[in-house]
């Protein structure tokens, strides 16, 4: 069955530190890719999306994802993470058949000071 | 450029009270439509969606119905509600070539 996973549900990092958000996606063929972002109270905003083409993908608020084919992932990165980059960050896989996203159960992200 | 727009932002409503959730989108047409909820503290769940007017998918088998009866419009509806139905309810639209969301506000439905 199709399926996007993020295996961290609760990540915390330290303000000016590295982030990496983790994201594995099981399709039969190379789907389209998105990362969204929720803050508390709000609705999802797209950080980034991955079609095809360039495997390095940069999004807004500085941040970036890789696709990697030969491990099925399309991780999210942030060289330094701001304490207003806390909130709950979801990826999100698109094939076309079924004309809707297949999201992960999401990464809720802790920005200490 | 488009925008999405629903309504009521909050809405505390009684167990057994009817339910309706207004979706409209701006500035294109025939977009998919879709209806998500989350649970506090939990991930998105796809309630409906909708591939053109009058056209509803259901994927979870619940106490809500859907409806478009305009092009850029999505109601989500429910007759009874449950304390179950409680959490918060995102409608959004996307453009079918490439499954690209847009996500409304969201609006918080307390079930008391």
Same mark, same amino acid.
Request: charged share 15%.
């Given at each position: 069955?199709?399926?996007? %996973?993020?295996?961290?549900?609760?990540?915390?990092v @330290?303000? +000016?530190a590295?982030l990496? &958000?983790?994201?594995? /996606?099981?399709? *039969?063929? %190379?789907?389209?890719?998105f990362?969204?972002?929720? @803050?508390? +109270?709000?609705?999802?905003? &797209?950080?980034?999306? /991955?079609?095809? *083409?360039? %495997?390095?993908?940069?999004?807004?608020?500085?941040f970036?994802?890789?696709?990697?084919?030969?491990?099925?992932?399309?991780?999210?990165?942030?060289?330094?993470?701001?304490?207003?980059?806390?909130?709950?960050?979801?990826c999100?896989?698109?094939?076309?058949?079924?004309?809707k996203?297949?999201f992960?159960?999401?990464?809720?992200?802790?920005?200490t000071l | 450029?488009?925008?999405?727009?629903?309504?009521?932002?909050?809405?505390?409503?009684?167990?057994?009270?009817?339910l309706?959730?207004?979706?409209?989108?701006?500035?294109?047409?025939?977009?998919?439509?879709?209806?998500?909820?989350?649970?506090?503290?939990?991930?998105?769940?796809?309630?409906?969606?909708?591939?053109?007017?009058?056209?509803?998918?259901?994927?979870?088998?619940?106490?809500?119905?859907?409806?478009?009866?305009?092009?850029?419009?999505?109601?989500?509806?429910s007759?009874?509600?449950?304390?179950?139905?409680?959490?918060?309810?995102?409608?959004?639209?996307?453009?079918?070539?490439?499954?690209?969301?847009?996500?409304?506000?969201g609006?918080?439905?307390?079930?008391l």
């Amino acid at each position: 069955a199709q399926s996007v %996973t993020q295996p961290d549900i609760h990540i915390t990092v @330290s303000e +000016g530190a590295s982030l990496e &958000l983790r994201c594995n /996606y099981s399709y *039969g063929a %190379t789907p389209y890719l998105f990362w969204y972002v929720q @803050s508390p +109270g709000q609705g999802l905003q &797209l950080l980034l999306k /991955y079609f095809s *083409g360039d %495997t390095l993908v940069q999004g807004i608020k500085g941040f970036e994802a890789e696709f990697k084919r030969s491990q099925s992932s399309f991780n999210l990165r942030k060289p330094s993470v701001h304490w207003s980059d806390a909130a709950e960050y979801f990826c999100a896989a698109y094939t076309g058949t079924a004309s809707k996203l297949t999201f992960g159960t999401g990464t809720r992200l802790q920005v200490t000071l | 450029s488009q925008t999405i727009h629903q309504w009521p932002a909050t809405l505390v409503q009684p167990v057994g009270s009817p339910l309706s959730l207004e979706c409209t989108v701006e500035g294109t047409s025939n977009p998919n439509l879709y209806w998500y909820r989350q649970a506090a503290g939990r991930g998105l769940q796809l309630l409906f969606y909708s591939v053109g007017i009058g056209q509803i998918s259901s994927e979870v088998p619940q106490n809500l119905s859907a409806s478009r009866p305009q092009d850029r419009q999505f109601i989500l509806s429910s007759k009874k509600l449950l304390l179950s139905d409680s959490g918060f309810y995102l409608c959004a639209w996307s453009r079918q070539s490439t499954g690209e969301l847009f996500f409304g506000e969201g609006s918080r439905l307390t079930v008391l």
